[in-house]
């Protein structure tokens, strides 16, 4: 069975939405990024708090594993 649309527009954004988030983004930035990027209903979408949680989560750790790497560059 095809993908319908709204599947595929969805899929699309939760791709977007964790490449974001995987470059330190919280969700409220997220949100914005997707509406300027043509997804309006990305508020909506992102509420749930599985989602939610899932994008903080790897924003986290994106934003961990940077300030390590910063951490491990020499003194100047």
């Excluded at 309006?40 to 599985?50: G, H, M, R």
Aim: charged share 35%; hydrophobic share 40%; no cysteine.
């Amino acid at each position: 069975m095809a993908m319908r649309t709204d599947d595929k527009r969805r899929a699309v954004m939760l791709e977007q939405a964790r490449e974001l988030a995987a470059r330190g983004h919280y969700p409220l930035m997220i949100e914005t990024m997707l509406r300027t990027n043509g997804f309006p209903e990305a508020p909506e979408w992102i509420d749930p708090p599985n989602i939610r949680k899932e994008l903080k989560d790897i924003a986290d750790r994106a934003r961990r594993s940077d300030q390590v790497s910063w951490n491990a560059l020499p003194p100047f």
